[in-house]
T-cell receptor, first 111, second 113 residues
């Protein structure tokens, strides 16, 4: 079973616009991570936010975490065509040494 | 520094055949993982190894076996391939805190006819 569910499943925007994607999860977590996957490639880690953090920034990325709502959002500002990819949230919870991935958001940035 | 490497990149098998997917990392990481990714879905954990000499089942272990050969290498074996095992397989590794960042290989595309 998948812990995280991304919303929307697909998102298409113009270059320069902001892209927001959301992740909801079911159980309490230790941390939540976001990964990017370009077509035909492996996943690349973007950012990790711990359960006691509410917001984190990295370059054009902003992640928020609301543990009361069991949700997170990833904002990509001033998007570029190169941001076109699938984005996955992944949660770590309990004592399990593993991540549980959501089904992903497919982002298309049109030039 | 190659990171995580996987071989082969692509494989076609007939039902009932066996094969081993190889994974190696050069980052001195303790933990290694095998995932499968099916169309339109996220990754599902097959097996993982928290440290050299240990392996544990993930969400979808049936039909697979693993070997943590040494700290660098973690292989995945399909003893008798089935069409349901057609998928893209990713290996990953992480160091220090096993709940931290995972580094992924480029994947192996497997087609079982």
């Amino acid at each position: 079973s998948q812990q995280g569910e991304e919303d929307p499943q697909a998102l298409s925007i113009q270059e320069g616009e902001n892209a927001t994607m959301n992740c909801s999860y079911k159980t309490s977590i230790n941390n939540l991570q976001w990964y990017r996957q370009n077509s035909g490639r492996g996943l690349v880690h973007l950012i990790l936010i711990r359960s006691n953090e509410r917001e984190k920034h990295s370059g054009r990325l902003r992640v928020t975490l609301d543990t009361s709502k069991k949700s997170s959002s990833l904002l990509i500002t001033a998007s570029r065509a190169a941001d076109t990819a699938s984005y996955f949230c992944a949660t770590s919870s309990g004592s399990a040494r593993q991540l549980t991935f959501g089904s992903g958001t497919q982002l298309t940035v049109l030039p | 520094n190659a990171g995580v490497t996987q071989t082969p990149k692509f494989q076609v098998l007939k039902t009932g055949q066996s094969m081993t997917l190889q994974c190696a990392q050069d980052m001195n990481h303790n933990s290694m993982y095998w995932y499968r990714q099916d169309p339109g879905m996220g990754l599902r954990l097959i097996y993982y190894s928290a440290s050299e000499g240990t392996t544990d089942k993930g969400e979808v272990p049936n039909g697979y076996n693993v070997s943590r050969l040494n700290k660098r290498e973690f292989s995945l074996r399909l003893e008798s391939a089935a069409p349901s095992q057609t998928s893209v397989y990713f290996c990953a590794s992480s160091g220090g805190d096993s709940w931290g960042t995972q580094y992924f290989g480029p994947g192996t595309r497997l087609l079982v006819l």
